[in-house]
């Protein structure tokens, strides 16, 4: 993929750049006449954002604050990108009124309208797919992630080039593990593996936290030894207090009276089990007969979302399914359940008719031995076998969940810790094509950073103790020196584009990096730039973007040395932007 140009339609909204092979500089300079304003919000990062929009980036004041406050002023407009790809060129046209909406196609042919899901799947498959693959590939989940290692802008209040290979802060390392073994070609089999198993253990020991800190709460109980010693305890009072109650004797005076009480006890206490039966069966039969009316997918998908967003589409689809067959359940079982919900109601309405006639019987009895005050113990004793069991019920319930959630999580630690072996085997069967790419990174390296007798490290470590189990460390002599991290970054996305450049059709040919030559010591640009000009003299197509001000990134006005002079930027600068003549024009 080659970038060719990018205008609005209709003109005006700002000045249509072309894109050239080589060094794209995006320049910003002072104004003779004011030499003291700054050079920031002049537009060189908000041009860079154009180039995302129009490559498919969210638009929200959320995901991009700078792009959305000129919303207004980019009403009307359409953002148009031209680009190539293995000598096709295409074009792609969207607008801030409606970003989800947009028009792409070949050149030469007539436009189609997508949505941007529609888009994002096209433009997957068209830049990334790689030939006969054996990993993981899912074009239009991963469009725009894949698309951030080549368009590194910088957004407000975020952190710049701390990580090379964490270059997405907002998800985790084993997450984009599997992007960046995509990107270097690797299998990535393994690291999609290990991804989806990390996703099911944060699910699963996220929800055993809440269950048990329920059951610590309401129970007073901190583990699940504690909670199977609680339920054998309650089982046991159980038992007893049923016994004493089916022995409750209360005195010889009051035999007969006591007698009668007892087997109206029993049948009533009979009769509420069996409508107790009755009504949890009904409850389940009803539960499996209708479906609710309203099911909150949005609810459900945003809360997954905190986990992970591939977890939420996961648990949507899924839950969708469940919702599908559930359903056509209830229709194959209607007539069914229908007669037995028919027959229940019916027993349950001539026991409580039962149970109506022998606690009137019993009220008598009751209330003539209640004026004896014979009757507390026996009133009490019924109230608190009530409350142990439905306690036992509950306590039993959750305890089974958590079992089975614990037993599952025991099962992914197990999985996971074979695949940490199967890393390592992993490793020595991809040692060649790893070594390879390291000497590559080395290369780079020592083109950019001149004179240095230390080497460069790219290593990917099996069994690492991090989530990730496979770990991608990239070391520079002195890296946590001024400019030095921005330097890893710099080195191992020039290596896979270059990689990429040389062993795909398709592959992104340019590289987007927004400030990061600021506090780089001034012969790393130098060498930067004879480097992407030495890639141009082999008849390769290589486009690297980047921001730079006329004071601040170098002094001097870039000074005089060797070719790097006021003169080469111009000539290398596709956009100038000053305090007077800013982006759009006008402030925003």
């Given at each position: ?5 990018i ?25 003779d ?14 041009f ?13 004041k ?131 593996r290990?991804y989806?198993?990390?996703v ?23 583990d ?16 007893k ?16 009276a006591?007698?009668?009480?007892n ?14 039966i ?17 099911i ?53 309405e ?40 439905n ?54 390296y ?51 584009l ?80 000053s ?10």
């Amino acid at each position: 993929m080659y970038l060719n140009k990018i205008y609005s339609e209709p003109i005006g909204l700002f000045d249509a750049v072309e894109f050239k092979n080589g060094l794209n500089f995006i320049h910003g300079i002072k104004d003779d006449d004011t030499p003291k304003e700054s050079l920031n919000s002049v537009g060189k990062s908000t041009f860079l954002d154009l180039i995302d929009f129009a490559l498919l980036s969210s638009f929200s004041k959320t995901h991009n604050q700078r792009l959305y406050k000129a919303k207004s002023l980019m009403s009307g407009y359409n953002i148009v990108l031209e680009f190539e790809i293995d000598s096709t060129s295409y074009i792609v046209k969207r607008n801030v009124d409606e970003p989800n909406i947009i028009e792409f196609g070949a050149l030469s042919e007539d436009l189609i309208t997508y949505s941007i899901k529609e888009l994002k799947k096209k433009f997957g498959n068209l830049i990334f797919k790689r030939n006969n693959y054996e990993g993981v590939f899912l074009p239009e989940k991963w469009f725009r992630s894949l698309m951030l290692f080549y368009v590194k802008i910088q957004k407000f209040k975020k952190a710049k080039f701390l990580d090379p290979i964490k270059y997405i802060s907002e998800i985790s390392e084993t997450q984009i593990n599997v992007y960046q073994f995509y990107l270097l070609g690797l299998n990535n089999n393994i690291t999609n593996r290990i991804y989806e198993h990390r996703v099911r253990q944060s699910g699963i020991s996220t929800t055993i936290k809440e269950v048990s800190k329920y059951v610590a709460e309401k129970y007073d109980i901190t583990d699940l030894k504690q909670a199977q010693i609680e339920t054998s305890k309650l089982k046991l009072e159980i038992k007893k207090l049923s016994n004493a109650l089916d022995k409750f004797e209360l005195g010889a005076q009051y035999d007969d009276a006591e007698k009668e009480a007892n087997i109206l006890t029993e049948r009533i206490k009979n009769n509420l089990y069996q409508n107790f039966i009755d009504t949890e069966k009904l409850k389940s039969y009803k539960s499996s007969f209708t479906l609710p009316s309203k099911i909150n997918m949005r609810r459900i998908n945003s809360m997954y979302k905190e986990i992970s967003e591939e977890f939420a589409l996961k648990v949507n689809k899924t839950l969708k399914e469940a919702i599908d067959f559930r359903k056509k359940l209830n229709e194959s079982r209607k007539e069914f359940l229908q007669l037995e919900i028919d027959k229940i109601k019916g027993n349950i309405e001539l026991r409580n008719e039962l149970i109506q006639e022998s606690e009137k019987t019993r009220a008598k009895i009751f209330t003539f031995l209640a004026a004896k005050e014979a009757i507390t113990d026996l009133t009490e004793a019924f109230y608190n076998l009530n409350e142990k069991r439905n306690k036992l019920g509950d306590l039993e319930a959750n305890t089974k969940i958590l079992f089975d959630l614990q037993k599952e999580l025991d099962e992914i630690l197990a999985e996971l810790t074979k695949m940490s072996s199967e890393s390592l085997e992993f490793l020595n069967d991809e040692n060649d094509f790893i070594l390879k790419f390291s000497e590559n990174f080395d290369s780079v390296y020592n083109e950019i950073y001149l004179n240095k007798k230390d080497t460069s490290q790219l290593s990917i470590i099996g069994g690492s103790r991090k989530n990730s189990i496979l770990e991608i460390d990239i070391s520079l002599p002195d890296m946590f020196g001024k400019g030095k991290n921005q330097g890893r970054t710099l080195i191992y996305d020039l290596s896979v584009l270059l990689y990429n450049i040389i062993n795909t059709n398709n592959f992104p040919r340019f590289l987007i990096h927004d400030g990061i030559f600021d506090g780089v010591d001034k012969a790393h640009f130098v060498s930067v730039c004879k480097f992407i000009e030495g890639i141009v003299s082999t008849g390769r197509k290589i486009q690297y973007i980047t921001t730079i001000n006329e004071e601040g990134t170098l002094s001097d006005k870039f000074g005089d040395e060797e070719i790097i002079n006021p003169e080469y930027i111009d000539q290398n600068s596709i956009l100038t932007l000053s305090p007077t003549s800013k982006l759009f024009k006008v402030d925003f």
